[in-house]
């Protein structure tokens, strides 16, 4: 491998410098046959040889394919790096790959291409969209290809790639490693009369940036910081400006060493992370149309929010939910989509997700969490801990609601979207031909203030259902794994694409009456500080578990009102027709005591089944359904053996 040189390549040209006669001369038929057919042994995997129009080529299959036959066509120097693709035939994919050396990506070489790109899909059934791996000066080829035929291409690889060949071979002006003879071959292949002929071609990888990117191309290239040979400052790195500032999707990784050959070879550090990205952004097979037609609702809602986005000069985006939305993943590629989909607009990313919350947190804590400013665009989720908390059907719609119509009141020309995650109780509904009872209730509450939906928990259980992918792998648990989170993004971003190109509504939307007069709209919190009459309690201004122990999201280094031992209790005076207590839950947590309006006492133990072990933000609903206006809730705690404290964060009122 220590002779592994990169070519300089084409990516063939834009239409203006380049027209399509010019390839037309070039363009093999339709159809050709494969010479010399054998089959061999590659890694412990099948793999059929051929020659095709006098050039060795071969296609490796993996032992079960995945769905739709994805594939990985490999440019040059097959048996270096192939790490990737070893990772990806263990997830099922084809690897293809004919050799055309010293035809640097010519109109030529891809004549052979575009032949072969038709034989393999239509005798192999390969999928139509291909991965595109191209090392060093196989970039050039893979750039050429994609450059062509856009939608023949799922993703692209590239590993130290050379992406316009004045940096090699010419090297001009020390942009990289010059190499003669190859220089001479290419001029001659290209038919270039001169070396400023040459300089001014527009079809190499460098100047199909835009054009890639507007195709909605995601790439991931590996470079070696140190290249002297294809120095990424003079090939990956400019690219990725132009591609980036286009508005593409690219993921630019900078391996460590050792090195070797001028900082030109190393091992690959990232093979996993590498493969995870292909497989994550490779297409899955489309399924029934009116199937697909049930994964989104409203999505022309969402339109009117989309076009006054784009005259901002500044906008608020927030994500509302639980650990699905806390954790990195799709909310931080749907952050990356809308700052290239608006290049003007200085945007502001709240995470307002929190491991374990549902909708009834949500509604009275939102309005804290999503900070100073108006909102421009909600992202919210509840599906998954609505079925996992305790909270009564009743809670759970009145809360749901109470977001939604909460977030119209106070930003009445917000966008939102209401997405609805996956869990497997979810998918054994939909196995079972019914829609899960939590889904079902918060989509009747959107659609009734006609805002977009994406139903996530649908088209896994409908992709599932076809095989598409496997739980176990794919997603893990409820915590979607790279190839999950990806999935939830692209099915975010389908639904923007949807939205921007869908026509506009009419007559501008109005806020519908409440379904539920009692839905909690205006809730609040109101923070243990403002408690009176204190006895045996303490205002903490930064509490945090001592010992340390686990906890949730702001719901730590955060004031408290702490209440310790018998007959500890506060009083809150506040406006309102519905009041709870907001408990930080842990080990010590006590039965809690209340009494309204100097009624009667009552009590709930507020020790949750995660307080041993987690400080649990947790909401307790008192009293409903009280006439509006100014009312006294009294809270003590009773002790129940070593449990004889109480951590409030806040009263709920609304």
């Not at 199909?208 to 507007?214: D, I």
């Not at 990205?277 to 999505?299: C, G, H, K």
């Not at 999201?553 to 709870?580: H, I």
């Amino acid at each position: 491998m220590n002779r592994l040189l990169p070519f300089a390549g084409l990516a063939l040209v834009f239409l203006l410098s380049c027209p399509l006669s010019t390839f037309a001369a070039e363009t093999a038929p339709a159809a050709i046959a494969a010479d010399s057919v054998k089959e061999v042994r590659w890694q412990g995997y099948r793999r059929v040889t051929f020659t095709f129009m006098g050039h060795a080529a071969w296609v490796t299959f993996p032992k079960a394919a995945a769905p739709g036959n994805p594939w990985m066509w490999r440019a040059r120097f097959p048996g270096y790096h192939d790490e990737i693709d070893l990772g990806l035939l263990q997830r099922g994919y084809h690897t293809v790959h004919v050799n055309t050396a010293d035809m640097y990506g010519s109109p030529k070489a891809m004549a052979i291409w575009d032949a072969l790109y038709r034989h393999v899909t239509q005798t192999y059934g390969l999928n139509p969209r291909t991965v595109l791996y191209g090392c060093s000066r196989g970039g050039l080829f893979i750039y050429a290809f994609a450059n062509r035929w856009p939608e023949r291409v799922a993703v692209i690889y590239g590993d130290t790639p050379v992406m316009d060949f004045t940096t090699w071979p010419e090297g001009k002006d020390g942009r990289g490693t010059r190499s003669e003879n190859d220089w001479t071959r290419l001029k001659q292949i290209y038919g270039f009369a001169s070396d400023a002929e040459a300089e001014a071609w527009r079809g190499t990888g460098l100047y199909c940036a835009e054009r890639l990117a507007k195709a909605n191309l995601p790439i991931w290239h590996t470079i070696g910081p140190e290249d002297k040979i294809v120095p990424p400052k003079n090939n990956t790195e400019p690219f990725a400006e132009r591609f980036r500032a286009a508005g593409g999707e690219m993921v630019v990784h900078a391996n460590k060493g050792p090195y070797a050959l001028g900082g030109h070879h190393f091992p690959l550090d990232a093979v996993k992370p590498t493969v995870d990205f292909i497989e994550a952004n490779t297409p899955l097979p489309d399924l029934p149309v009116e199937t697909m037609a049930t994964w989104s609702r409203d999505v022309a809602a969402l339109r009117p929010a989309l076009d006054r986005l784009a005259t901002l000069k500044e906008a608020r985006v927030v994500y509302l939910g639980g650990s699905i939305t806390q954790n990195p993943g799709w909310q931080n590629l749907v952050s990356e989509s809308l700052r290239r989909r608006y290049p003007n607009v200085s945007f502001t990313f709240v995470n307002a997700g929190i491991a374990s919350l549902g909708s009834l947190s949500h509604a009275f804590r939102w309005r804290e969490h999503a900070g100073q400013g108006p909102i421009d665009l909600l992202f919210f989720e509840a599906a998954v801990n609505d079925l996992h908390n305790a909270q009564t059907a009743e809670e759970t719609e009145r809360a749901y609601e109470g977001v939604i119509r909460g977030v119209l009141q106070d930003n009445p020309k917000a966008g939102i979207v209401c997405l609805h995650f996956a869990e497997p109780r979810h998918t054994a509904d939909y196995k079972a031909g019914r829609e899960p009872a939590v889904v079902a209730r918060q989509a009747a509450i959107a659609a009734h203030y006609r805002v977009a939906q994406v139903n996530l928990a649908k088209e896994v259980a409908d992709r599932l259902a076809a095989g598409q992918f496997d739980w176990g792998r794919d997603f893990r648990d409820l915590h979607p794994a790279p190839f999950g989170q990806r999935l939830y993004y692209n099915a975010i971003r389908r639904l923007l694409d949807a939205a921007a190109d869908a026509l506009a509504p009419t007559v501008s939307p109005t806020l519908p009456a409440p379904l539920r007069a009692d839905c909690w709209d205006n809730a609040r919190f109101i923070l243990g500080a403002q408690a009176t009459d204190l006895h045996q309690a303490e205002a903490i201004a930064n509490w945090r578990p001592d010992p340390p122990k686990e906890t949730r999201l702001r719901f730590t280094d955060c004031p408290v009102l702490r209440l310790k031992g018998e007959g500890a209790s506060c009083t809150f005076t506040a406006r309102g027709s519905t009041f709870g207590a907001y408990l930080i839950c842990g080990p010590q947590t006590a039965i809690l005591e209340w009494s309204v309006d100097g009624g009667p006492w009552q009590s709930r133990d507020a020790f949750t089944p995660w307080s041993g072990h987690i400080y649990m933000p947790w909401p307790y609903i008192l009293a409903t359904g009280l006439p509006e206006g100014n009312h006294t809730i009294r809270l003590r705690l009773k002790p129940n053996g070593s449990r004889d404290a109480l951590l409030l964060y806040a009263l709920m009122a609304d």
